[in-house]
């Protein structure tokens, strides 16, 4: 927890966006396939399936970005190359 608020604070809350954005569009998604809502239209449900793919995307460069400034022998070479600053 000490590596995350020393060096990916900002990271883990875009993070934790966008899951919240994943889950929900997700879910929304899916309730309507299952028919658990009855009523909607098909043009919502392909936007929330579009909406789906890019956040998990975007989920998933977060999640690579946290992986690399959390170990410390990548994190090394990052500030070691100018990529960080601190």
């Not at 966006?17 to 998604?29: D, Q």
């Not at 309507?32 to 098909?42: C, D, N, S, W």
């Not at 995307?57 to 100018?82: F, H, P, Q, V």
């Amino acid at each position: 927890m000490s590596r995350i608020n020393e060096r990916a604070l900002n990271e883990v809350g875009e993070t934790s966006a966008y899951l919240m954005a994943t889950m929900f569009a997700w879910y929304s998604a899916t309730t309507a396939v299952l028919g658990i809502v009855k009523e909607f239209r098909r043009e919502n449900l392909d936007a929330l399936a579009q909406w789906s793919r890019a956040y998990a995307e975007e989920l998933d460069a977060y999640i690579d970005t946290l992986d690399l400034l959390i170990s410390d022998e990548s994190y090394k070479a990052l500030r070691e190359e100018g990529v960080i600053k601190q």
